[in-house]
C-alpha cells in the first residue's frame, strides 16, 4: 500500500504523516524571512517534524492600495533561493499571473494558488505545466464538492501533484467561518488536505482598509481541523505580529510555535 501523497525531489508528503506549511504572510526583508527561515529549520530538527517555509513575493489581493505588498518577483525569489540553500527547507509561495509560473517555479518547491484565484483556468493550467505541486486554496465562495473542478483543469496538464487548503467561508461582510465538513469532503479526492488555521481566524477589511482578526483561536481551528483530518497545517508566523506589514493581525507569534507544533502532533497520531 502506497503511503505516499507527494513525493519530489524536494517535497515529501506522506499519507500518515501531518506536515506544516509555515511563514511570513510577506516577505519584508532578506533579515527577517532568514530568522524566520532559521527559527523554523531549528524546530524541524528538534521536534523531527515535516516543515515547508511559506512567505509570499507580492501580495497582489491587499483590499488596500496602500496596503504593502512586498518586494516584488525578482527579489523576492532572490531571498527565497538563499532560504532554501541554508535551511534546505521546501519554499512555498503563490503567484497571481500565468506568466509567473515558469520563472517562480525554477526557485519554488511547491506553487500556491491564492483563493481568490482558484478558478482561473490560464493561472491554474501554467502552474500545471510546470510539474511542480500545487497548493490550491480553496476560495472563500467555493463549495468544497466544486474543487473537483479546480482539480480537472490542472490534472488536464498530466500534473497529478496536488493539495488542497481549506481557510474559511465568507459570513457576512467582515468575518470568516470554516465549516470544518469541507475537510472530509474534500480529502474524498484522494489529495492531502490543508486547514489554514491562521487566515480562518481573519476579519477581512476590519481594520480601516485592512484585515483584523483574533489570533487567539489559532490553537483551536488547527487541532479541529486536525480531528476532522487534515493532513497538513498552514499557519503565518512572525516574530513580533504587532509590526508585521501583512496579516500581523492573524499571525501566531513565532515563539509559541514550537509548542503548538508539538501539541498538534500529539493529536494527529492520536486521531490515527
Known amino acids: 500500500m502506497d503511503k505516499t501523497f507527494i ?7 506522506k499519507k500518515d ?9 510577506v ?3 532578506e533579515d527577517i524571512t532568514l530568522h524566520i527561515a532559521q527559527t523554523l529549520k531549528e524546530i524541524a530538527e528538534r521536534t ?15 483590499s488596500s492600495v496602500n ?15 538563499k532560504v532554501k540553500e541554508i535551511t534546505g527547507l521546501p519554499i512555498v509561495s503563490d503567484i497571481h499571473e500565468p506568466w509567473q509560473a515558469k520563472p517562480a517555479s525554477e526557485v519554488l518547491s511547491i506553487i500556491q494558488i491564492p483563493a481568490f484565484l482558484c478558478r482561473q483556468t490560464d493561472l491554474l493550467i501554467e502552474a500545471g505545466k510546470t510539474g511542480l505541486p500545487i497548493n490550491v486554496k480553496k476560495g472563500q465562495f467555493m ?46 479526492n484522494k489529495l492531502p488536505v490543508i486547514i489554514d488555521a491562521t487566515h480562518s481566524v481573519q476579519r477581512p477589511t476590519a481594520e ?26 498552514f499557519m503565518e508566523v512572525h516574530p513580533n505580529p504587532a509590526e508585521a506589514k501583512s496579516d500581523g493581525s492573524n499571525s501566531l507569534e513565532l515563539k509559541n510555535l514550537e509548542r503548538l507544533l508539538i501539541y498538534l502532533k500529539k493529536i494527529y497520531n492520536i486521531k490515527l
Request: hydrophobic share 45%.
Open 7 to 13: 513525493k519530489t525531489k524536494d517535497v515529501l508528503i
Open 48 to 62: 523531527n517534524l515535516n516543515i515547508l517555509f511559506k512567505a509570499s513575493f507580492d501580495k497582489a489581493n491587499r
Open 67 to 81: 496596503s504593502f505588498r512586498g518586494l516584488g518577483m525578482e527579489r523576492g525569489l532572490e531571498i527565497l533561493a
Open 208 to 233: 480601516n482598509g485592512t484585515s483584523g482578526g483574533n489570533p487567539e483561536f489559532i490553537p483551536l481551528m488547527a487541532s479541529a481541523g486536525v480531528i476532522a483530518g487534515a493532513n497538513g497545517i
Open 27 to 29: 516577505i519584508e526583508t
Open 143 to 188: 463549495a468544497p464538492e466544486d474543487m473537483k473542478f479546480i482539480i480537472e483543469k490542472i490534472s488536464s496538464t498530466g500534473n497529478k501533484k496536488i493539495m488542497l487548503t481549506e481557510r474559511g467561508t465568507f459570513f457576512g461582510y467582515r468575518n470568516m467561518v470554516v465549516d470544518f465538513r469541507n475537510i472530509p469532503i474534500m480529502s474524498e
Open 17 to 25: 504523516e501531518l506536515f506544516f506549511i509555515l511563514g511570513p504572510c
